[in-house]
């Protein structure tokens, strides 16, 4: 297997095995893990932005040594459901909004229904957004909430998944393993909790069968009810709560309703029925007051747990997420990451299986692609190009019966096409077309409201300056031009207030060309849109 980027080489997997430390794992470079988990990854047939979200939620896992990583990608967790559809908005107010995933991935899921908290928090300073209907697991909830602290909110993350957990006092499973994140805004990194409400995870219990490993002491029953250390026995049986009482039961019991029962997630038979459920709720704090004082507020409060009197033999008092993120960090700073041996060669097999759309058997490269749409036209002509369609209206079967198109200004065939081939171009769900550049650039502001922020070069074209500096601040919004080829102001200009950042490449007139995904990455970190403005050159390849 290969690694990529700079200096990538390649590393088989004696190499990796005869330098490590423990028998049973391999000492893997990070950059190495993270390139076959996204080969594999596609192999269940996401796409490369899919592909990404996903194979980011579970190295956040891997990197801290929580079992809810990759082992997910080797023992088929992820496996895309045969007829899923895609994720759609079916109930939504200024506040809430709830998600059926139509049977596709649940990390997907949760991290759209975090992308739609936060906006409407940015909005209103409260978003609520439930999601059911997935068959898959959501991953490390941390990696969510430390998403939503890092822009300024509060979230609170719920997630039921199927019978794998007894009640207390039970040894018939009815929870899921029901973890709980909280993400806590400070003026460094954020506080992160993530935790199980069972004593072990599920996806623990398959990472031990895997290595052949016991499981610890006290954490799960065989089928009759008696504690077991054989992960195999355990499958059979069920994981107890983290805490082995009434407390924990009570706190999966709340999870199981908020994360199950209110968002319409299935509630009996859940991992036949493959209907899943998540919460997430994202809170500004100006709702209360200063996010700043609130902030300033917090750091009192974890001074406080970090400096409070130890009881004899103890080193130091970690705060929730600490832990993790100095192991992640220690690894990132040496590039390397322990895998299970056999994990390991799972994950290798899988992305040796991996073929690039364009390569793959029957597929259309790219210059095929930009001439050949997918949709084909029932024209009665057969034209071998898609016909340009210019009528202003279109006949209708009956007098009661609608076609497909009635006006072109609401549809047009021709159009339809061309949105469709660009979408698909792209990897996006939908595309739009407009009769001009401007018009489109117009709609695009409209997504930023007043008080909101927009960050644009000070390279553009001359009618998109003017809308931005004439038009947009009589309505509120505030525009700031930066040189969008030095990253470090980019960094400085976008703000937690910034909606929208407006890029060309290369640029107009004096033809720079910036650097997109750096600052594309910026842009998220931050919860902003980026908007590129291909006025001289094609998206393609961009």
């Not at 809170?283 to 409070?308: H, N, Q, Y």
């Not at 060669?345 to 793959?360: D, H, I, V």
């Not at 002509?381 to 609608?402: D, H, L």
């Amino acid at each position: 297997s290969s690694s990529n980027g700079a200096g990538s080489r390649f590393f088989s997997h004696d190499e990796l095995k005869a330098t490590a430390s423990d028998p049973d794992e391999v000492p893997v470079p990070v950059n190495h893990l993270e390139d076959i988990t996204l080969k594999a990854i596609k192999t269940y047939g996401y796409s490369d932005d899919e592909a990404q979200i996903m194979c980011d939620v579970m190295m956040y896992a891997q990197l801290r040594g929580n079992n809810q990583g990759i082992i997910k990608v080797a023992t088929g967790g992820i496996a895309r459901t045969e007829g899923c559809g895609r994720l759609e908005v079916e109930h939504e107010t200024e506040l809430s909004a709830l998600i059926n995933g139509n049977k596709d991935a649940g990390m997907l899921a949760l991290y759209q229904a975090l992308e739609l908290g936060v906006m409407k928090a940015s909005k209103h300073g409260f978003g609520i957004v439930g999601t059911h209907n997935t068959p898959t697991s959501t991953g490390a909830l941390g990696f969510y909430a430390e998403k939503v602290a890092q822009q300024g909110y509060i979230a609170v993350v719920l997630a039921q998944s199927p019978e794998f957990v007894a009640p207390h006092g039970a040894k018939q499973p009815i929870f899921g393993t029901n973890p709980i994140g909280v993400g806590i805004p400070t003026n460094g990194r954020p506080v992160v909790l993530d935790m199980a409400t069972s004593a072990y995870s599920y996806f623990g219990l398959l990472e031990a069968k895997t290595a052949g490993q016991p499981i610890p002491d006290n954490v799960a029953l065989d089928g009759d009810g008696k504690p077991t250390t054989d992960p195999n026995e355990a499958l059979k049986g069920a994981i107890q709560v983290f805490d082995r009482s009434y407390k924990g039961s009570n706190l999966a019991l709340i999870v199981e309703l908020l994360a199950g029962s209110l968002v319409g997630a299935a509630i009996e038979d859940k991992l036949a029925s493959k209907s899943w459920g998540n919460l997430i709720a994202v809170i500004d704090p100006a709702l209360l007051g200063s996010p700043e004082e609130f902030r300033s507020r917090v750091e009192v409060v974890l001074d406080r747990v970090k400096t409070a009197e130890r009881q004899p033999g103890v080193d130091s008092i970690n705060l929730p997420g600490e832990r993790g993120n100095r192991l992640a960090q220690q690894r990132l700073d040496a590039n390397q990451l322990p895998v299970e041996s056999n994990l390991l060669r799972g994950l290798e097999e899988l992305a040796a299986k991996y073929q690039p759309a364009a390569s793959a058997p029957g597929a259309y490269k790219i210059a095929t692609q930009l001439v050949h749409p997918e949709k084909v036209i029932n024209d009665p002509y057969m034209a071998s190009n898609t016909p340009i369609y210019q009528t202003a209206t279109f006949g209708q079967p009956t007098a009661t019966t609608f076609g497909e198109y009635d006006y072109s200004r609401s549809g047009n065939p021709t159009r339809t096409v061309l949105e469709e081939q660009m979408a698909a171009l792209e990897g996006a769900h939908r595309a739009f077309a407009f009769a001009s550049g401007m018009s489109a650039l117009a709609v695009v502001c409209r997504l930023v409201a007043q008080g909101e922020k927009i960050v644009a070069g000070d390279d553009i074209y001359g009618g998109t300056s003017r809308l931005l500096m004439s038009v947009l601040p009589k309505h509120g919004v505030e525009v700031v031009n930066v040189d969008t080829t030095d990253l470090a102001a980019m960094e400085q200009a976008i703000t937690a207030d910034t909606k929208l950042v407006m890029l060309e490449s290369p640029t107009n007139p004096r033809m720079q060309v910036i650097d997109i995904a750096a600052i594309s990455k910026l842009a998220h970190a931050k919860g902003a849109l980026v908007v590129v403005d291909n006025s001289i050159m094609a998206p393609t390849f961009q």
